[in-house]
């Protein structure tokens, strides 16, 4: 019942088909380590660099099946419901026919629904478990756990955990390539599939919000999730060096600076997003900072918002991670239930972004 790669490639071109004046597709320029590439579909009817936009990535982690499918599917609910003029309703959480009609008209929503099409492949005809991509294994080393990057250990923020964090501080993620779930790669945006998601950042400036879907636990998280928030001392940030020894500690006083204005409009957008999961099935997924989760390097809702405190010129791009559900593979039944907290949430965050954002 769940999309396989090509089904997922092939529903991107069957949209695009359908609404030509609503979408369009988006073709980043690395192919995977399998030579697959893998594509984005557009949706609003205004220019790429005429609106905001918000990008919605799906299937880093090969074993989660249910985020490609539910950003397919919402790409299909937004495309007809504004062809159609009709609302669109997920449980108790309902969108009225104008709010999609402003969501479409006054966005982009950039739909990545696989960024790892070689880990999807493997999972599903090979090993359900897997999680990294298909990166071969480093020389001289053997064993299926020693082949695969975790894609979302590769993002260059604080990628280099072993310096950049307090010995103890027990940050999940690991610079042995046989691990067999974290290893984080030889180098920052090593892989194809990190670069391709780097790519549409610096592509497409007009991209101001981030949500990289996942799966299970579930919660809405956003950023930072290297360290414990602060919004009073500017200087104790990622970029400090003095800071690279006792980074990621608990309780200990230091923590990763988010001004106060972005931190608010982080926390907002992430409860609204919970307000409309909650209302199609009652299912609370709460809102927290990443950290809170465990401490990580190297992600991509971090590294989407450090770019603009790296280089002045980039966008701020306020980032989260949702995770989705309660296993990696429910039953389809079950799924389908889960794609609809998705698809509310997504729709939740596209229709409050731009005024929660202008507000604070």
Same mark, same amino acid.
Not at 196 to 220: E, F, G, R
């Given at each position: 019942? $769940?999309?396989?790669?090509?089904?997922?490639? =092939?529903?991107?071109?069957?949209? %695009? &088909?359908?609404?030509?004046?609503?979408?369009?597709?988006?073709?980043?320029? %690395?192919? +995977?380590?399998?030579?697959?590439?893998?594509?984005?579909?557009?949706?609003?009817?205004?220019?790429?660099?005429?609106?905001? *936009?918000?990008?919605?990535?799906?299937?880093?982690?090969?074993?989660?099946?249910?985020?490609?499918?539910?950003?397919?599917?919402?790409?299909?609910?937004?495309?007809?419901?504004?062809?159609?003029?009709?609302?669109?309703? $997920?449980? =108790?959480?309902?969108?009225?026919?104008?709010?999609?009609?402003?969501?479409?008209?006054?966005?982009?929503?950039?739909?990545?629904?696989?960024?790892?099409?070689?880990?999807?492949?493997?999972?599903?005809?090979?090993?359900?478990?897997?999680? !990294?991509?298909?990166?071969?294994?480093?020389?001289?080393? +053997?064993?299926?756990?020693?082949? @695969?990057?975790?894609?979302?250990?590769?993002?260059?923020?604080?990628?280099?955990?072993?310096?950049?964090?307090?010995?103890?501080? &027990?940050?999940?993620? =690991?610079?042995?390539?046989?691990?067999?779930?974290?290893?984080? @790669?030889?180098?920052?945006?090593?892989?194809?599939?990190?670069?391709?998601?780097?790519?549409?950042?610096?592509?497409?400036?007009?991209?101001?919000?981030?949500?990289?879907?996942?799966?299970?636990?579930?919660?809405?998280?956003?950023?930072?999730?290297?360290?414990?928030?602060?919004?009073?001392?500017?200087?104790?940030?990622?970029?400090?060096?003095?800071?690279?020894?006792? #980074?990621?500690?608990?309780?200990?006083?230091?923590?990763?600076?988010?001004?106060? #204005?972005?931190?608010?409009?982080?926390?907002?957008?992430?409860?609204?997003?919970?307000?409309?999961?909650?209302?199609?099935?009652?299912?609370?997924? @709460?809102?927290?900072?990443?950290?809170?989760?465990?401490?990580?390097?190297?992600?991509?809702?971090?590294?989407?918002?450090?770019? %603009?405190?790296?280089?002045?010129?980039?966008? !701020?791009?306020? *980032? $989260?991670?949702?995770?989705?559900?309660?296993?990696?593979?429910?039953?389809?039944?079950?799924?389908?239930?889960?794609?609809?907290?998705?698809?509310?949430?997504?729709?939740?965050?596209?229709?409050?972004?731009?005024?929660?954002?202008?507000?604070?």
């Amino acid at each position: 019942m $769940y999309l396989n790669v090509a089904e997922i490639e =092939s529903a991107i071109t069957s949209l %695009h &088909d359908a609404y030509p004046d609503t979408s369009e597709i988006i073709t980043p320029p %690395h192919l +995977t380590h399998e030579g697959r590439t893998t594509r984005l579909l557009r949706v609003g009817t205004r220019q790429i660099d005429e609106v905001p *936009g918000i990008l919605l990535l799906g299937g880093i982690h090969a074993r989660e099946w249910m985020p490609p499918d539910a950003l397919v599917s919402l790409a299909a609910d937004v495309l007809e419901a504004h062809d159609l003029a009709t609302g669109l309703g $997920y449980g =108790s959480s309902t969108f009225t026919a104008a709010q999609v009609t402003q969501v479409v008209e006054n966005l982009n929503l950039l739909f990545f629904p696989c960024v790892n099409p070689d880990g999807r492949a493997f999972s599903q005809t090979t090993s359900a478990t897997w999680r !990294k991509n298909r990166r071969p294994a480093p020389a001289g080393s +053997t064993g299926s756990s020693c082949i @695969g990057v975790d894609l979302n250990r590769n993002f260059d923020f604080l990628w280099d955990h072993t310096s950049k964090f307090a010995p103890d501080a &027990d940050v999940h993620t =690991s610079s042995t390539p046989c691990n067999p779930q974290v290893y984080r @790669g030889p180098a920052p945006a090593s892989e194809p599939e990190t670069r391709n998601v780097v790519w549409v950042l610096d592509t497409y400036p007009k991209i101001q919000w981030m949500a990289d879907v996942h799966s299970a636990v579930p919660v809405i998280l956003h950023n930072w999730g290297s360290d414990q928030n602060q919004s009073t001392t500017p200087a104790d940030n990622f970029r400090n060096p003095s800071l690279d020894t006792v #980074r990621g500690r608990p309780d200990d006083g230091i923590g990763e600076f988010i001004p106060e #204005r972005d931190l608010k409009i982080a926390v907002e957008l992430a409860e609204r997003m919970n307000d409309a999961i909650r209302a199609v099935r009652g299912v609370d997924y @709460g809102v927290e900072a990443a950290y809170g989760l465990y401490p990580t390097s190297g992600t991509s809702d971090d590294y989407a918002y450090s770019r %603009h405190l790296t280089n002045p010129a980039a966008t !701020k791009v306020i *980032g $989260y991670t949702i995770e989705c559900g309660d296993s990696f593979q429910p039953v389809f039944s079950e799924a389908e239930q889960v794609i609809q907290e998705v698809s509310a949430a997504l729709l939740a965050l596209a229709l409050n972004a731009p005024e929660v954002t202008d507000g604070a």
